[in-house]
């Protein structure tokens, strides 16, 4: 299984043969961040017009996007999140948490004109109101994974808050853009830490595209030397003399946490994906229909 540096084509991130053993065959299950992509589609497909005048480049740059994804046979199982509204539980959360303000309208307008493009090629859709689509895809994961049904299952997004669902080489992520497949090893080169500490390292040292600011004084460096140790924010000691891990400036560094050690519970928060979004919770549901797409698939 791959890890942070090794490049894959489209059709081939984890297991490339298809093949589980003699007469049996491989279950794979690709989940894409489809406001990602619809966002990329947006910003980089030709512009065009539907009969009515409206703007529907991004849908169809996505259309495009995902025929050719699926088109790959050893996919058998896959669904496509959206953030059906852009807003979500945690901004009731965190006041400086992302919304829609300044999204184009020629954007906007076309989440759900892609929502019924991707239902229309047959694949599932995973529309998140209350939630984001980063739920939806730790969500569909988790189901996937517990079921014990599916051998490889691949998140289809950059988005690093999307690696705390990464588990071995049997859950990965998988950026489409620069090829580049992270398994668990993949994820601790990147970041210092493993996937469980995710949440913690990102409350630490803030997302600014989620609009929280992390903690001051830490760094990707020093949040990385305590997690690596601790895991979780809440098991590094309130004492720097007690630190089991050699830090410079470590006395500013706990006394820093220590005052705003209830602002990196609520970062942490933020940072942590749901796992009981509301997915279909059946293997069915999942199921890529094959020839793919459908014959009757518009785009």
Same mark, same amino acid.
């Given at each position: 299984?791959?890890?942070?540096?090794?490049?894959?084509?489209?059709?081939?991130?984890?297991?490339?043969?298809?093949?589980?053993?003699?007469?049996?065959?491989?279950?794979?299950?690709?989940?894409?961040?489809?406001?990602?992509?619809?966002?990329?589609? $947006?910003?980089?497909?030709?512009?065009?017009?539907?009969?009515?005048?409206?703007?529907?480049?991004?849908?169809?740059?996505?259309?495009?996007?995902?025929?050719?994804?699926?088109?790959?046979?050893?996919?058998?199982?896959?669904?496509?999140?959206?953030?059906?509204?852009?807003? #979500?539980?945690?901004?009731?959360? $965190?006041?400086?948490? &992302?919304?829609?303000?300044?999204?184009?309208?020629?954007?906007?307008?076309?989440?759900?004109?892609?929502?019924?493009?991707?239902?229309?090629?047959?694949?599932?859709?995973?529309?998140?109101?209350?939630?984001?689509?980063?739920?939806?895809?730790?969500?569909?994961? +988790?189901?996937?994974?517990?079921?014990?049904?599916?051998?490889?299952?691949?998140?289809?997004?950059? =988005?690093? /808050?999307?690696?705390?669902?990464?588990?071995? /080489?049997?859950?990965?992520?998988?950026?489409?853009? *620069? *090829?580049?497949?992270?398994?668990?090893?993949?994820?601790?080169?990147?970041?210092?830490? &493993? !996937? %469980? #500490?995710?949440? =913690?390292?990102?409350?630490?040292?803030? =997302?600014?595209?989620?609009?929280?600011?992390?903690? !001051?004084?830490?760094?990707?460096? #020093? +949040?990385? /030397?305590?997690?690596?140790?601790?895991?979780?924010?809440?098991?590094?000691?309130?004492?720097?003399?007690?630190?089991?891990?050699?830090?410079?400036?470590?006395?500013?560094?706990?006394?820093?946490?220590?005052? *705003? *050690?209830?602002?990196?519970?609520?970062? %942490?928060?933020?940072?942590?994906?749901? &796992? /009981?979004?509301?997915?279909?919770?059946?293997?069915?549901?999942?199921?890529?229909?094959?020839?793919?797409?459908?014959?009757?698939?518009?785009?």
């Amino acid at each position: 299984m791959p890890g942070e540096k090794e490049f894959f084509t489209e059709s081939s991130p984890g297991s490339s043969s298809g093949v589980k053993g003699p007469g049996e065959r491989r279950t794979r299950a690709c989940l894409v961040d489809g406001t990602y992509e619809l966002f990329r589609a $947006y910003f980089g497909a030709p512009s065009a017009t539907d009969e009515a005048g409206a703007e529907v480049g991004a849908v169809r740059g996505l259309v495009r996007s995902l025929r050719a994804l699926f088109q790959d046979a050893t996919w058998t199982h896959g669904a496509v999140a959206f953030d059906t509204v852009i807003e #979500s539980f945690r901004n009731g959360l $965190y006041e400086g948490y &992302k919304t829609g303000d300044g999204l184009p309208e020629e954007l906007t307008l076309q989440f759900p004109l892609a929502e019924k493009a991707v239902a229309e090629l047959g694949l599932l859709v995973l529309p998140m109101v209350e939630f984001e689509a980063d739920d939806g895809l730790a969500s569909a994961a +988790s189901f996937l994974f517990e079921s014990g049904a599916i051998d490889d299952i691949v998140i289809a997004s950059p =988005d690093k /808050d999307l690696a705390q669902c990464v588990v071995g /080489d049997r859950v990965v992520t998988w950026d489409r853009m *620069r *090829r580049l497949t992270y398994n668990e090893e993949g994820v601790i080169q990147k970041f210092g830490v &493993k !996937p %469980k #500490s995710i949440p =913690d390292f990102l409350a630490l040292v803030g =997302d600014t595209a989620d609009g929280y600011p992390g903690i !001051p004084r830490f760094g990707k460096k #020093s +949040s990385a /030397d305590l997690l690596a140790v601790y895991e979780h924010i809440e098991n590094i000691p309130t004492s720097a003399s007690e630190l089991k891990v050699k830090m410079r400036g470590a006395d500013k560094l706990i006394a820093e946490l220590n005052e *705003r *050690r209830s602002d990196a519970a609520l970062f %942490k928060q933020l940072a942590t994906l749901r &796992k /009981d979004a509301p997915v279909p919770r059946t293997l069915s549901a999942y199921e890529v229909p094959r020839p793919f797409p459908p014959t009757q698939a518009s785009g």
